[in-house]
């Protein structure tokens, strides 16, 4: 029996992409962006994937990320730029993030048998808080950490063993779950916890210990492996 369960955020408690597209959507309208919605939102995808890659190779602040993303889909299209944008469309993204059906009474459930622990790779430990509170799932989790605050991202093994250390749990004795195969489930492992890997889709891993395709397939994991 585990004595923690950890969780990623994004992708696993909550839908980033639909929240993004959802705020998108609404600032493509507000600013009165002449393109087309459609090519507005590929743009800004190809940008963000593009601002993760620079952050990689330590090329750029990784708290500009919301500017620097809309900044170049505006310019992509010469359209007019405000620097209210990038608020308006973090308000919208804060706005936008719910959970996915199942997940509260899920983690409700779980409380009552193991500690919990929240691990988030944002890069704004202000606006991610905001989220997770606004999804209404920080009253569920005994410890949060969030990257940019410990100064390691998943997959680095230091970022699981710091949320460790808040909940007094040996890595051997936690299971972390996620949707990121390169982050989440090779990360957990080389951080000596078991990992259960969260896919909507079906793809292989095959250093998970598990694999779940739903909220209600994760319910009957966590039944049988807290029980």
């Given at each position: 029996?585990?004595?923690?369960?950890?969780?990623?955020?994004?992708?696993?408690?909550?839908?980033?992409?639909?929240?993004?597209?959802?705020?998108?959507?609404?600032?493509?309208?507000?600013?009165?962006?002449?393109?087309s919605c459609e090519a507005f939102l590929e743009t800004a995808v190809d940008a963000i994937m593009a601002f993760h890659q620079?952050?990689?190779?330590?090329?750029?602040?990784?708290?500009?990320?919301h500017r620097w993303r809309l900044q170049n889909?505006?310019?992509?299209?010469?359209?007019?730029?405000?620097?209210?944008?990038?608020?308006?469309?973090?308000?919208?993204?804060?706005?936008?993030?719910v959970?996915?059906?199942?997940?509260?009474?899920?983690?409700?459930?779980?409380?009552?048998?193991?500690?919990?622990?929240?691990i988030s790779n944002a890069y704004d430990v202000q606006e991610?808080?905001?989220?997770?509170a606004h999804a209404g799932l920080?009253?569920?989790?005994?410890?949060?950490?969030?990257?940019?605050?410990?100064?390691?991202?998943?997959?680095e093994p230091d970022i699981f063993w710091h949320a460790l250390a808040q909940l007094g749990v040996a890595p051997e004795d936690a299971l972390y779950i996620g949707d990121s195969v390169t982050h989440d489930i090779a990360g957990a492992k080389a951080a000596g916890m078991r990992a259960a890997l969260l896919s909507r889709t079906p793809r292989p891993a095959p250093l998970?210990?598990?694999?779940?395709?739903?909220?209600?397939?994760l319910h009957q994991l966590l039944d049988k492996v807290l029980s």
């Open positions: 029996m585990f004595q923690a369960i950890l969780f990623d955020f994004d992708g696993t408690l909550v839908d980033f992409v639909d929240a993004d597209l959802q705020s998108l959507r609404w600032l493509h309208v507000h600013s009165g962006a002449a393109v620079l952050v990689a190779e330590q090329a750029v602040d990784p708290l500009l990320m889909t505006f310019a992509r299209y010469d359209l007019s730029w405000d620097d209210a944008y990038v608020d308006l469309y973090r308000a919208q993204l804060i706005e936008a993030c959970p996915f059906v199942g997940v509260e009474p899920l983690l409700a459930q779980v409380r009552h048998k193991a500690k919990t622990g929240l991610q808080r905001a989220r997770i920080d009253r569920y989790f005994d410890s949060i950490v969030i990257a940019c605050e410990v100064g390691s991202y998943k997959p998970a210990d598990y694999i779940v395709s739903s909220i209600a397939e």
